[in-house]
């Protein structure tokens, strides 16, 4: 059974820096496209970032330039590299893996990330 557990968020401020991280288990890494989520409140949970099991990546218009998705298959982790933070990116960020062409997926619990001066 794949268990995801985030770490890195907290309280930054305004045009500052912060690294998630995504510890993944319980399966094969490889195996899995993985991605960052966030949802703020109020809002629904979007997409920020995707990698495949290959590194390639996609990101989400709002954190295009800003943000870095990154994986280690060696140590079965995810970073989300964050830069020029905005009150905007607050949320909290989910690491979600999806099992390679299948439509199953698992969620962490979460990390809150607050951008404020």
């Known amino acids: 059974q794949v268990q995801l557990v985030e770490s890195g968020g907290g309280l930054v401020q305004p045009g500052g820096s912060l690294t998630l991280s995504c510890a993944f288990s319980?399966?094969?890494?490889?195996?899995?496209?993985m991605a960052w989520h966030r949802q703020a409140p109020g809002n629904q949970r979007e997409l920020v970032a995707a990698?495949?099991?290959?590194?390639?990546?996609n990101y989400a218009d709002s954190v295009k330039g800003r943000f870095t998705i990154s994986r280690d298959n060696a140590k079965k982790m995810v970073f989300l590299q964050m830069n020029s933070l905005k009150p905007e990116d607050t949320a909290v960020y989910y690491c979600?893996?999806?099992?390679?062409?299948?439509?199953?997926?698992?969620w962490g619990q979460g990390t809150q990330v607050i951008v404020s001066s």
């Open positions: 979600f893996a999806n099992l390679i062409s299948t439509s199953r997926g698992t």
């Open positions: 990698i495949t099991s290959r590194g390639n990546t």
């Open positions: 319980g399966s094969i890494f490889n195996s899995y496209n």
